[in-house]
């Protein structure tokens, strides 16, 4: 039975039990997301693709529904302790976790734009997981990167990262990628509007 929504964030974030029983998250997306109350092509295409990651560490985005709270992504919960949370003695393996899986999303062409202690949980088991991507199109794999260098007292800091990334051989594996991810950007575009009615009655708006 549905039992009432656990309110997670303040105006944005609900745990939910469905009509099967399983617990998932209801995210409100922004109104920059859904433009007149409908969500945006481009939208739709990245968390269809966010679905479609085979990240095991990722976790599994069900689809977007609408609400009487409005447009709502919904996800899997995951029941853990925030980054934050877990011990330190855990965390240098973690990062090496994190780092992986985020390194494998990148390579699928998808960035996660929002890491923080808050969105990746450690499930009892020890298990790593991350939630609560971005919805926004954001397409640079840096982000990511020095967000988790953020977390990580071993990495230095972000300019000391910086400098050490800027040896030409480096320098060139990002011109490649930039160039890889702009084509990539170019296409997602032509690709959404012509998918823009197929993944509206896909994700029921």
Excluded at 121 to 132: F, V
Excluded at 151 to 174: C, K, N, T
Aim: with cysteine.
């Amino acid at each position: 039975m549905p039992s009432a929504p656990v309110e997670l964030k303040t105006g944005s974030t609900w745990l939910v039990t469905d009509d099967s029983g399983r617990r998932v998250v209801h995210k409100r997306l922004a109104d920059d997301c859904c433009p007149r109350g409908q969500l945006h092509p481009n939208i739709a295409l990245r968390l269809q693709r966010l679905r479609e990651l085979p990240v095991v560490s990722f976790v599994n985005l069900l689809g977007v529904e609408r609400t009487e709270r409005g447009i709502v992504m919904v996800s899997q919960y995951i029941d853990g302790t925030p980054f934050d949370q877990s011990p330190e003695s855990h965390r240098a393996r973690h990062i090496r976790e994190l780092r992986l899986a985020i390194m494998s999303m990148h390579q699928h062409g998808m960035v996660h734009g929002a890491i923080k202690p808050a969105n990746i949980i450690i499930e009892p088991t020890g298990t790593l997981r991350i939630i609560d991507p971005s919805p926004l199109l954001y397409d640079d794999p840096k982000a990511d990167l020095l967000a988790i260098d953020a977390l990580d007292p071993q990495s230095g800091s972000a300019s000391d990262r910086q400098s050490q990334d800027d040896s030409p051989v480096e320098a060139q594996i990002d011109a490649r990628r930039r160039q890889r991810l702009t084509i990539l950007a170019v296409a997602l575009g032509v690709m959404a509007i012509a998918s823009a009615v197929a993944l509206a009655i896909h994700f029921g708006t």
